[in-house]
């Protein structure tokens, strides 16, 4: 008997059941029951990182290879598969395990930003228009107009040129019924020299736009009120692209196999943020008729996913970005919700993959304003790191990897509900404290508790300059497992997933990578603008990632630079605060085009010392300790 073309599977624990045609992954299935698992290789087999266990190993295909070449035995026999892998043959139950799901994190709202005057392109203007008669037969535009022109220059509104206005053909079609409903009573909104709407009454006080953050892993969405400059409205979710990959590249790699799947990148985004949008305008008690402007920030792969736009040639060699100007469209052509006459604008890019985010990032934290020699880190998958004042700055992006966010690691997690994400290992005795996210068990590390724990094995000489872990039958904490070394942070007993939680010789060689690319690309801009650490006078760490990390600890390892830690500044989400300046003013959005300008963009695997600067980043915290006087003085003396 053949069986049925349909299989029903079960997720649980969200209880949320699902019919999908026999065959395809359980990867695939998760997409369509409209849940998301973690996936750092967008489905590929290669990051492990999507575990599920299956209730009757019948149901599924058989293990494949890749499978046993990453799960363990134990594993396996468990009834652990991989959902990339696993394709479905019959009804089925899977169990998504907690270190498998993408939870709700913490995500960093709240941004430093620079003072600016509040001139937003969208203003609203109340009329009382005087009713035509037999002595005054001027047309309804006309006579709008005309008094539109009289409200704006009794409130000393200038640069508006009439002559010039421009409306939709819509609005104006329907507009001598809209003033004859409205009895001459009407608001008009005017942006620059377009009328956008024609509203009954007095609507002056409903003027909103929204300043959207496009994070690789996660979304940010300001709502503001116009009239005022304050943001009433705050909301963030996971990126949904991250089912396609955690990075950038797994991304782009997905979209260039067919146009669908760039268009699917593009719909899966935009729904996310559009349904964002409905949730922060429903707590506020805002239409969404009243949201007439959005400015976007994102990196150059964000910005061209939102808007659809080709990407081949981002992800290949040279790099090339379709646009870098500063852009506005409307919101009907990025279906974005809001008034169905508004604008998206997206800020300039600077090169590569260095977006309108890291003009944000500037424009917020006012480096390029400096008399002085500032440095700017927005530390994630894609590391952007910008070097100077206001003369010039120099612009990099550092291929740092997943690490610092949870992925490559082990236990390696994102900042949801259990995560360790911070931890202080006791030189003497070699016990260990932590901190988790909301205080709940352990059940993984965030990147920020795996720096902590490098730096901590270091200084206790538990491991080498080259990262290697030391085998001391004295330490109950060290053990081999296989042929890999690992230090157990937290035990069994203590966390919520019933395993020890442990960093790994792997995971220490990931940490090293990830930290030797961010260190190379501030070596390189320092050694092209002539300046040492000391020269520099501040060093801003923006992103969620920043906020969490013990500055000590990162200069230990050389992830930054020896300077004093006074020096560090923890800037939060400037990407998000950076737009909001430019939704507010429109000086700003003048400013980022000078911004941009001024910024000159480094491809870092050009420069001749690239290679060697990075295998010495490598060593803990480098090959030339001579650079870290400090921490040799310190290392010195556990030696001796």
């Not at 719909?267 to 409905?278: F, P, R």
Request: proline share 4%; aromatic share 6%.
């Amino acid at each position: 008997m053949e069986r049925p073309r349909n299989v029903r599977i079960t997720f649980e624990p969200y209880g949320k059941r699902v019919e999908v045609e026999r065959g395809i992954t359980i990867f695939e299935a998760v997409t369509k029951a409209g849940l998301a698992i973690r996936s750092e290789c967008g489905g590929l087999g290669t990051c492990g990182k999507c575990k599920v266990r299956i209730k009757d190993p019948m149901s599924v295909s058989e293990i494949t290879k890749v499978e046993r070449n990453i799960l363990s035995p134990e594993e396996l026999r468990g009834g652990l598969r991989l959902a990339c892998q696993a394709c479905v043959l019959d009804d089925c139950m899977v169990y998504v395990p907690p270190e498998s799901r993408i939870g709700e994190r913490k995500i960093l709202e709240v941004g430093f930003e620079q003072e600016v005057p509040l001139e937003p392109a969208v203003r609203k203007i109340h009329l009382m228009i005087p009713k035509p008669s037999l002595n005054d037969v001027r047309a309804d535009y006309e006579r709008m107009i005309d008094t539109l022109s009289r409200i704006l220059e009794v409130r000393g509104w200038q640069g508006e040129k009439f002559d010039e206005m421009r409306i939709s053909r819509e609005l104006l079609a329907n507009t001598p019924r809209i003033l004859r409903e409205a009895e001459w009573d009407v608001t008009v909104v005017l942006r620059d020299e377009e009328i956008l709407e024609i509203e009954r009454g007095n609507t002056e006080g409903e003027n909103y736009g929204l300043a959207i953050d496009i994070g690789t892993s996660k979304i940010v969405v300001y709502l503001v009120n116009f009239n005022e400059g304050n943001v009433i409205g705050v909301s963030s979710i996971e990126n949904p692209q991250l089912m396609f990959g955690e990075d950038i590249m797994s991304r782009l790699t997905f979209a260039m196999r067919s146009h669908e799947n760039l268009s699917l990148l593009n719909k899966v985004l935009v729904n996310g943020i559009n349904a964002t949008i409905g949730e922060i305008a429903l707590k506020s008690g805002v239409n969404r008729d009243n949201i007439y402007e959005a400015v976007v920030v994102g990196n150059t792969a964000m910005h061209h996913l939102f808007l659809g736009i080709e990407i081949k040639h981002l992800a290949l060699s040279p790099y090339v970005p379709a646009v870098r100007d500063l852009l506005s469209v409307k919101a009907q052509e990025a279906d974005l919700k809001i008034n169905k006459r508004g604008y998206v604008i997206t800020l300039p890019i600077i090169g590569g993959f260095v977006g309108a985010d890291g003009v944000a990032d500037l424009l917020a934290t006012g480096l390029h304003k400096s008399n002085e020699f500032s440095m700017l880190l927005d530390i994630g998958t894609n590391t952007e790191v910008f070097l100077g004042n206001k003369n010039e700055i120099l612009a990099c992006s550092a291929a740092s990897g997943p690490a610092f966010e949870g992925g490559h690691i082990k236990f390696g997690m994102k900042a949801v509900a259990g995560a360790i994400e911070r931890v202080f290992i006791e030189p003497e005795t070699y016990e260990v404290k932590y901190k988790t996210v909301r205080g709940e068990k352990p059940v993984g590390l965030c990147g920020s508790a795996v720096i902590d724990v490098v730096a901590g094995l270091l200084r206790s000489g538990l491991i080498d300059v080259h990262g290697r872990i030391r085998e001391k039958p004295e330490v109950s904490r060290i053990r081999k497992v296989g042929n890999e070394v690992e230090f157990v942070v937290a035990w069994r007993e203590e966390t919520g997933i019933d395993e020890d939680i442990t960093v790994t010789q792997r995971d220490v060689r990931e940490i090293q990578l990830a930290k030797a690319a961010i260190y190379t690309a501030q070596s390189i801009l320092m050694k092209r603008k002539g300046i040492k650490p000391e020269d520099i006078k501040k060093i801003f760490i923006a992103g969620a990632f920043g906020s969490e990390i013990s500055v000590k600890n990162a200069i230990f390892i050389g992830l930054l630079p020896e300077v004093p830690e006074e020096r560090v500044k923890f800037v939060g989400n400037t990407a998000i605060a950076g737009a909001k300046m430019a939704l507010i003013s429109k000086k700003v959005r003048k400013e980022s085009r000078e911004v941009q300008k001024l910024v000159n963009y480094v491809e870092l695997s050009l420069d001749p010392s690239f290679q060697k600067e990075f295998i010495n980043a490598t060593e803990l915290p480098h090959r030339d300790l001579d650079r870290f006087p400090k921490v040799k003085d310190y290392l010195t003396k556990v030696r001796n």
